[in-house]
């Protein structure tokens, strides 16, 4: 039998035990889900044994745990790969917004709907399946390669660094593959260029000391949420360009290339506005939507919270008002320079009458761009074109994954993104959803990967 | 026995009253407490009959109810004024900064401890213990004394305007006296010469549909969030001058002796800091402090809502934003002017790629200035004198009383406010309390001044 034959024969058990990975509630955010981020590292764990994947292991971080497992039989003369993906979730809130329940997930239309069915659960037991056809029908794989599993990707992987620096030598490899990823399209492979990096900020700007009664005082002390909006008004125009002191400094200017590349990209503003209903597409001066989203760093706000929230009137003078803010960066950006920036620039912005603080949030990643002529892409490319019949487009993507970029640090070498999602599929929103065939042809992917990569 | 050996042999007993009346949690705000809004009513009612106030009755309206009843055998050749208070009170939220339950009273420091206690139970039954006092020791009251107390002024007294047109005979009088009132600090009484109005209003700016992946779409689309900031920027300046066209257009401008009233009042820039903890005072250019306060008007941003409030880092660009806004007006400025001042300036200074809507909240006052030589208001200067043995100060409060303005507009006479509360007795915040001794004194007060007013 060969490995297709296999992996036909056993999609409806892989499907199956997709469904159980999903019922996981594996929510990284939220501290009452630790148990359940645990319970779904020693499922990996285990399902990587099942695969036929060596020294499975759930290891300990400061958080939330890593997976690790290898097979390095392929011999000496064969490159190492590692291959990353990660187990944990994003919050399902608000559960009311969902068709069925988010880990309850069920089959419909081809599709399996359920938190995490395709960031990035679908997605990282993919190469887990294609090395158990592999190993079932040739008892070997074609490269040697290693698993690297986290459980605190979605909440920007804080305690991968350190994990990495201590564990680099279990973790060297010739070439990284990273199984969460997308492509542009159903039909569409990409080959990516680029992620952002990403800080995360938080504006805090107090006054009084409670919140007081507007009549009493108000008029004869300064506002705090008046004093915030000032703060933030001062961060970026109307126009979209950022105006925070020294922002752009290191950003690597679009080369013509590279514009060209990100022109050929079928991306349409109307899809843009229908897919999100947004009135209008707003982004830097000088720049497309298209090259903003994917190519330009952004300042964006998160959230805003002060004084009176509930319905009606409440005449407060509030005592605080915060705001929470990332800056998604791209090539060469850090993300300590910007933060340092904007400390710099709300201190030198702040109105009278108030104190402010700029706080650092979790989250960092460094901003991530593929050398040109990199080895492990090109044979990515072509695969993809194989198994397509298209060539992949080139493109840039404008979140962050933080690992990709510790990798990097660590062992010196730039991931390739590999993965079978999809834009549309309702990552990080309610009603997240996996196409089943795309979970297939990504098993068939993998599996010509990795037999290329060992010829 | 004369009214003031009653008023002392009585006391305890009126303590014990005005402890039941602050155990109703009569909050106007919230609909849960709608049937203890109306609890209070009838006790009201009833209290007003057992004092020998006559056709005491709860009276609806299109929300919280209104208690009416008069006394009226004092003559035609005596004048007929009208009492005005409140028994609706301010949420208590939040419980936890209470040192006592808000709705269980407690007597501590000779102060007694509860929501409403000040604001305006405990003013409001001052005249009523008065009345009570003259009509058990002289069987008569000096003058025809209308009473009329609502239930809704804590959420701006909405359906007042129009119970007021449909009962103006029942409220004619002569001179109006609102037992909601404060007096400057304990030892020194005050003539209020204005109120300032009051205009409550929302702007709700809104881009995508739902919340989005800011990594997905930021850069390529506005952000509600800080759209909403550069709108509130734009409308007041970092020096505190409000910036919405039109906005000073009908304010009369404080005059010199109006100033040196303001300059008489022992008010003092280092207690605003000292009670308030603000980092500093701030105002209008060209104004101090206290006439920001007391004089100018105001544009206070009460709260804001946008996207991620909880923990760390969630990267939403958020779908909405919302900022709750009132404007504190003077003389002669128009709650609907200001409202569409406002509107048009937001209209035109809306950020692209965002929808603006700017929406009226609940909460509407005319500004209230009361005229050169008013008669009552002389005469209660005169009773304050008398009783405080030092010469009132002549202010003006940055809060609202909007039935004053309604009474005003409906019956023609200025309201005096003749209360006994002081502004350091955290009206409308935890830990709200009422000075026992000011009762007493108040009972005394109101007394001398029906009986001055008879003469």
């Known amino acids: 039998m060969d490995s297709q034959t296999y992996l036909n024969r056993e999609q409806d058990r892989f499907i199956a035990e997709l469904m159980d990975f999903v019922r996981i509630p594996s929510v990284s ?43 390095l039989h392929a011999g000496p003369d064969k490159p190492t790969i590692l291959i990353y993906g990660h187990f944990d979730v994003q919050p399902a809130e608000p559960f009311d917004l969902w068709t069925s329940p ?30 158990e056809a592999l190993l079932q029908t040739t008892g070997k794989l074609p490269v040697n390669v290693r698993f690297f599993f986290e459980g605190q990707e979605e909440i920007g992987s804080p305690d991968l660094p350190p994990f ?44 009084p000391r409670s919140d007081q009664h507007s009549g009493m005082v108000g008029g004869g002390i300064a506002n705090p949420a008046l004093a915030l909006a000032q703060i933030l008004a001062s961060l970026r125009r109307e126009d979209g360009l950022i105006t925070v002191e020294g922002f752009y400094d290191d950003v690597i200017p679009l080369s013509p290339e590279a514009r060209a590349d990100i022109a050929r990209i079928p991306f349409k503003d109307a899809d843009l506005l229908a897919e999100t209903g947004a009135p209008a597409t707003w982004t830097e001066p000088g720049y497309t939507a298209a090259e903003g989203i994917f190519a330009r760093p952004t300042l964006d706000v998160n959230g805003l919270t002060s004084g009176w929230q509930g319905a009606g009137t409440k005449t407060v003078l509030p005592a605080e008002a915060r705001a929470k803010i990332t800056c998604r960066l791209v090539a060469a950006q850090n993300p300590e320079r910007i933060f340092e920036a904007i400390q710099a620039h709300v201190a030198r912005h702040t109105p009278p009458g108030v104190t402010v603080e700029v706080l650092r949030n979790p989250g960092r990643a460094d901003p991530f761009l593929v050398p040109a002529g990199h080895n492990a892409s090109a044979i990515a490319a072509q695969v993809l074109e194989d198994i397509y019949a298209t060539k992949p487009l080139h493109t840039r993507v404008g979140g962050s994954i933080p690992v990709m970029t510790t990798l990097l640090d660590t062992l010196g070498v730039h991931a390739v993104m590999f993965g079978f999602s999809h834009g549309d599929e309702n990552l990080h929103a309610p009603d997240e959803f996996f196409r089943l065939d795309e979970f297939r042809r990504g098993q068939t992917a993998y599996v010509r990967l990795l037999e290329r990569l060992g010829d």
């Open 102 to 131: 988010p880990f309850q997930p069920e089959i419909r239309d081809g599709r399996l709907w359920g938190r995490g069915a395709s960031d990035d659960k679908g997605g990282m037991l993919i190469p887990i399946l294609a090395c």
């Open 29 to 71: 955010a939220k501290p009452e889900n630790i148990p359940d981020v645990l319970d779904a590292a020693h499922w990996v764990a285990r399902r990587l044994t099942q695969a036929g994947a060596e020294h499975a292991e759930v290891m300990p971080t400061a958080g939330h745990p890593v997976v690790l497992a290898d097979w």
């Open 164 to 207: 990495v620096a201590a564990h680099a030598e279990r973790l060297k490899a010739d070439m990284i593959f990273s199984a969460d990823g997308l492509q542009w399209a159903p039909g569409q492979p990409q080959i990516v260029q680029a992620l952002k990096g990403l800080v995360s900020l938080e504006i805090v700007v107090r006054g």
